[in-house]
């Protein structure tokens, strides 16, 4: 069975840095695209940023580009975000999905399957 597990959420200060992990289990991550998105309360879902099937092209959001870094280690079948230079408007809470094929896309309305999310959190 498909299933995703994110962690490595927290409470950090502005300015701080966090890896959120992404586990897959049930699939190898060969073929298959990765996007992390986070839902924030009384905002818009955001897609941040997404690794390719191949683990080659990766995308990210404006609002992420030059802080955040999505990575992937296949034999461990992991994609990792490393999250720097936060900031209070990135809290939320961040989920991964996926997707069968090699493209990916920063809407999650292309992805067929998602975690439960890791709450991240950024204030002094």
């Known amino acids: 069975q498909l299933q995703l597990v994110e962690s490595g959420g927290g409470l950090v200060q502005p300015g701080g840095s966090l890896r959120l992990s992404c586990a897959a289990s049930g699939f190898t991550l060969d073929g298959y695209a990765i996007l992390w998105f986070r839902q924030a309360p009384g905002k818009e879902r955001e897609g941040i940023s997404c690794?390719?099937?191949?683990?080659?092209?990766?995308n990210y959001a404006d609002s992420v580009k030059g802080r955040f870094t999505i990575s992937r280690d296949t034999p461990k079948n992991t994609v990792y975000l490393q999250m720097n230079s936060l900031k209070p408007e990135d809290t939320a809470v961040y989920y991964c999905?996926?997707?069968?094929?090699?493209?990916?896309?920063?809407?999650?309305?292309?992805?067929?399957?998602w975690g439960q999310g890791t709450q991240v959190t950024v204030s002094s």
């Open positions: 690794i390719s099937g191949s683990g080659i092209s990766t």
């Open positions: 999905a996926t997707r069968r094929g090699y493209a990916c896309y920063l809407n999650r309305r292309f992805y067929e399957y």
